[in-house]
T-cell receptor
Framework: NAGVMQNPRHLVRRRGQEARLRCSPM?????VYWYRQLPEEGLKFMVY????????ESGMPKERFSAEFPKEGPSILRIQQVVRGDSAAYFC?????????????FGPGTRLTVT | RKEVEQDPGPFNVPEGATVAFNCTYS??????FFWYRQDCRKEPKLLMS???SGNEDGRFTAQLNRASQYISLLIRDSKLSDSATYLC?????????????FGTGTQLKVEL
């Protein structure tokens, strides 16, 4: 049973380019979450999605960032016009349902470097 | 005040020692509590959920005190492989549902 999969594992972009990060949840999981970890900092919640719906995007920057989880295919986190401050590890997590104790399982992350 | 607070450490302990980590959270409406472990440059891995009655998994024991909004993790007979950052994690239920709030982590180094 494959775990949460993310690709690419490492992504280098120049300032102003677009970054697309992909996440495939664990089999049987319909809830996807994105978190960002800046260097030397803790993980911060960004967005929570179910298939075709954004449930909570309270942690997403207002501009340049968007996320989707289409009916078919992986969840995508998209960052437009990247800046150096976007350099971070982006982790995706999934859970089977919103039931106690709400455990989430993380993918290996995508490390984005903006040059 | 941070939503989830932990002592950042590092805790340097000899192999075989017992070590305890503490964590406090600010939102009394928090529903679920966890300890995750994160190795350097890797993803967080769920170590254990924490229940009000306290729970144990081998050498690891977790306790929750809702009245004091306090969570603890005890590691007995520590191994070199326990060296990692331990993350205290709380689930705050909001209108939007389920999101985890992480502490910044406590670093543990187990030495020979």
């Amino acid at each position: 049973n494959a775990g949460v999969m993310q690709n690419p594992r490492h992504l280098v972009r120049r300032r102003g380019q677009e970054a697309r990060l992909r996440c495939s949840p664990m089999k049987g999981h319909s809830h996807v979450y994105w978190y960002r970890q800046l260097p030397e900092e803790g993980l911060k919640f960004m967005v929570y999605l179910q298939k075709e719906n954004i449930i909570d995007e309270s942690g997403m920057p207002k501009e340049r960032f968007s996320a989707e989880f289409p009916k078919e295919g992986p969840s995508i986190l998209r960052i437009q016009q990247v800046v150096r401050g976007d350099s971070a590890a982006y982790f995706c997590a999934s859970s089977p349902a919103v039931t106690v104790p709400y455990e989430q399982y993380f993918g290996p992350g995508t490390r984005l470097t903006v040059t | 005040r941070k939503e989830v607070e932990q002592d950042p450490g590092p805790f340097n302990v000899p192999e075989g020692a017992t070590v305890a980590f503490n964590c406090t959270y600010s939102n009394s409406a928090s529903q679920s509590f966890f300890w995750y472990r994160q190795d350097c440059r890797k993803e967080p891995k769920l170590l254990m959920s924490v229940y009000s009655s306290g729970n144990e998994d081998g050498r690891f024991t977790a306790q929750l005190n809702r009245a004091s909004q306090y969570i603890s993790l005890l590691i007995r007979d520590s191994k070199l492989s326990d060296s990692a950052t331990y993350l205290c994690v709380v689930n705050f239920l909001t209108g939007g549902g389920n999101k985890l709030t992480f502490g910044t982590g406590t670093q543990l180094k187990v030495e020979l």
